[in-house]
């Protein structure tokens, strides 16, 4: 199936002279979300957890975690978590962040793939990664809906490790 047919374009989205990947047509598609799942499902048989950051990584990560019966961690901004955390900032392709997740659910040693919308700059997997790594976690690799290849994403999360990065779609 072509998902590109499902992702249409919104300019100067959110900010001036950003150019929006809009993925609600795939979601409003069943036929397409059904196959989106499925493949990254696919991808994912072969670790112990499914991670995805609040919120888009969510639309995609916990029904593939519930798919293959895998537990699905999430990856929150701050004060939207409970308990203990740990935190990392990061950079965005229009600004800045902080990622937090609860520490207790990651044992050491378990893979983990990471599953999310997007891979613009790198900035939020590479946050993700270094929080999982803080908790012993092992990332095999990172799933993606789409992928903007000329922002160089995949040459930053990919330059100190052999993660497997696949995306459905490249930009």
Known sequence: ?????YIRDIENFPKTGIMFKDISPLLANGKALNYTITEMAKLAQDVDVIVGPDARGFLFG???AAFLKKPFIMVRKP?????????KSYD???GNNVLQIQKGFIKKGQTVAIIDDVLATGGTTKAIIKLLEEQGAI?????LLLELVDLNGRQLITKDNDI????????
Do not use: A, N, W
């Open 1 to 5: 199936m072509d998902l590109k047919k």
């Open 62 to 64: 916990t029904p593939t």
């Open 79 to 87: 004060g939207k978590l409970p308990g203990d955390v740990i935190s």
């Open 92 to 94: 965005l392709e229009y």
């Open 139 to 143: 990332v095999k690799k990172v799933i």
């Open 164 to 171: 497997e990065i696949v995306s459905l779609v490249k930009f």
